[in-house]
């Protein structure tokens, strides 16, 4: 009886847990319509270099709807031709090759990425607006693409490889040989004895590629050269992570960093003064937020970038989405509510997107307080257990909206995307 008694205490203490959970306090402001905009009429200063878009679920239709129209956005109104996914850096440039050259196909890009999440037709579609884009403009103004995740090998190692093999034979034979085990499907297998061997090689392959620049540049372009010694710099990177996995979060965030910076740094040199990054929002925020205790991308940009770093989050108050279920790595839909005072206060707005000006929303005494208070915003990963539904802290962060983002976009209601097999 006593342990009968014990579990209708605990369903009901996880009951009401989920009811207050769901449930918001804010209220909906009068007038909020002049504090939002549609996509396409957004506005971003002058000044900024990087725009970031956050997304809060990997899982949904809208948000990744919303890496195609914030860019065609930023193409049309910013001039930006640099779009920059957190995905694979050597997958990123399988997509680029079909953008600019017609290599393959869009659903092979896109498959290139190996994130089970970018399996959508929402990208596919994404990347054959991309490809008709191009087709239609002078080669000055076509858009680029890549990748700033460093978590695969397979197209970093095939393009490095194939690097050698016209600059040098015999490197190219060796190096070969030196990483034939790795792969996306045994890099998760490899001892930390062969790690640190890879590590190794690559560092020979970086010292090779510096000693003799002037030899290979008789046979290769500056530009191959570079993307070379960056191929061989992410695979150094996705070695490290193998090799610190007590710190694997943090340092992931730190070469999503690097890695961004070095592709506008590159772009720059082309003419490209702007760059797009699309990511999760735990990533894109400026407040490392997270009670992971891992500082963002976000926060790294912040200090590098200033007012020239833009952060643009996103948020939704009720969420059907897809994720890994229970780490099984099985995909199943979820169903939460997220409710807080900022997306309350536009909850009667009709529109189910639009995006919230924090320049303009500070002109309202009540939306500055609330934009200055901390909110529980929705941040959730591609891993998610239903328990989680029982704790806003298993599926939100709390931040501060202005410290953490320069605006917002709001979907009311979002639904799934299905990953095509």
């Given at each position: 009886?006593?342990?009968?008694?014990?579990?209708?205490?605990?369903?009901?203490?996880?009951?009401?847990?989920?009811?207050?959970?769901?449930?918001?306090?804010?209220?909906?402001?009068?007038?909020?319509?002049?504090?939002?905009?549609?996509?396409?009429?957004?506005?971003?200063?002058d000044d900024v270099e990087v725009i970031g878009l956050g997304e809060a679920t990997h899982g949904n239709v809208e948000f990744q709807e919303?890496?195609?129209?914030?860019?065609?956005?930023?193409?049309?109104?910013?001039?930006?031709?640099?779009?920059?996914?957190?995905?694979?850096?050597?997958?990123?440039?399988?997509?680029?090759?079909?953008?600019?050259?017609?290599?393959?196909?869009?659903?092979?890009?896109?498959?290139?990425?190996?994130?089970?999440?970018?399996?959508?037709?929402?990208?596919?579609?994404?990347?054959?607006?991309?490809?008709?884009?191009?087709?239609?403009?002078?080669?000055?103004?076509?858009?680029?693409?890549?990748?700033?995740?460093?978590?695969?090998?397979?197209?970093?190692?095939?393009?490095?490889?194939?690097?050698?093999?016209?600059?040098?034979?015999?490197?190219?034979?060796?190096?070969?040989?030196?990483?034939?085990?790795?792969?996306?499907?045994?890099?998760?297998?490899?001892?930390?004895?062969?790690?640190?061997?890879?590590?190794?090689?690559?560092?020979?392959?970086?010292?090779?590629?510096?000693?003799?620049?002037?030899?290979?540049?008789?046979?290769?372009?500056?530009?191959?050269?570079?993307?070379?010694?960056?191929?061989?710099?992410?695979?150094?990177?996705?070695?490290?992570?193998?090799?610190?996995?007590?710190?694997?979060?943090?340092?992931?965030?730190?070469?999503?960093?690097?890695?961004?910076?070095?592709?506008?740094?590159?772009?720059?040199?082309?003419?490209?003064?702007?760059?797009?990054?699309?990511?999760?929002?735990?990533?894109?925020?400026?407040?490392?937020?997270?009670?992971?205790?891992?500082?963002?991308?976000?926060?790294?940009?912040?200090?590098?970038?200033?007012?020239?770093?833009?952060?643009?989050?996103?948020?939704?108050?009720?969420?059907?989405?897809?994720?890994?279920?229970?780490?099984?790595?099985?995909?199943?839909?979820?169903?939460?509510?997220?409710?807080?005072?900022?997306?309350?206060?536009?909850?009667?707005?009709?529109?189910?997107?639009?995006?919230?000006?924090?320049?303009?929303?500070?002109?309202?005494?009540?939306?500055?307080?609330?934009?200055?208070?901390?909110?529980?915003?929705?941040?959730?990963?591609?891993?998610?257990?239903?328990?989680?539904?029982?704790?806003?802290?298993?599926?939100?962060?709390?931040?501060?909206?202005?410290?953490?983002?320069?605006?917002?976009?709001?979907?009311?209601?979002?639904?799934?995307?299905?990953?095509?097999?």
């Open positions: 009886m006593t342990f009968l008694k014990s579990c209708f205490s605990l369903i009901a203490v996880l009951s009401l847990t989920v009811f207050i959970s769901g449930c918001g306090k804010g209220e909906a402001i009068d007038h909020a319509e002049e504090y939002i905009s549609s996509i396409d009429t957004m506005d971003i200063p919303l890496k195609q129209q914030v860019f065609e956005t930023l193409v049309i109104n910013e001039h930006v031709r640099v779009f920059v996914l957190e995905g694979d850096f050597g997958g990123g440039q399988q997509i680029n090759n079909y953008i600019l050259d017609g290599e393959g196909s869009a659903d092979a890009a896109v498959n290139s990425l190996d994130y089970p999440i970018y399996k959508t037709q929402q990208m596919i579609d994404l990347v054959e607006w991309m490809y008709d884009y191009n087709k239609s403009v002078q080669d000055e103004e076509k858009i680029r693409f890549y990748g700033n995740d460093m978590q695969r090998y397979d197209y970093s190692k095939k393009n490095l490889l194939d690097y050698f093999a016209v600059v040098d034979k015999e490197a190219a034979t060796k190096y070969s040989d030196q990483l034939k085990h790795v792969s996306n499907e045994t890099m998760r297998d490899l001892t930390t004895k062969q790690l640190e061997n890879v590590d190794k090689t690559i560092d020979h392959i970086l010292q090779d590629l510096q000693a003799n620049e002037a030899k290979y540049l008789e046979h290769s372009s500056a530009d191959e050269l570079a993307f070379a010694t960056a191929y061989a710099q992410n695979m150094k990177q996705r070695t490290q992570l193998f090799l610190s996995e007590e710190n694997y979060t943090n340092l992931r965030d730190q070469y999503l960093a690097e890695n961004l910076q070095w592709i506008m740094k590159y772009e720059k040199e082309r003419g490209n003064e702007k760059v797009f990054f699309s990511g999760h929002n735990g990533h894109v925020e400026k407040t490392s937020a997270s009670p992971a205790g891992y500082k963002s991308m976000g926060n790294y940009l912040d200090e590098v970038y200033g007012t020239k770093y833009f952060a643009i989050g996103t948020d939704f108050i009720n969420s059907e989405f897809q994720a890994k279920n229970d780490g099984s790595g099985n995909r199943k839909t979820f169903t939460v509510k997220n409710q807080h005072d900022l997306v309350d206060a536009f909850s009667e707005v009709k529109s189910n997107t639009f995006y919230v000006d924090f320049e303009k929303s500070r002109e309202s005494e009540e939306l500055s307080k609330i934009l200055s208070s901390k909110q529980k915003m929705a941040n959730i990963g591609d891993d998610f257990r239903s328990w989680y539904k029982l704790l806003k802290m298993f599926y939100t962060i709390e931040m501060v909206p202005d410290k953490a983002y320069d605006g917002l976009i709001i979907v009311k209601d979002a639904t799934p995307t299905k990953v095509i097999e």
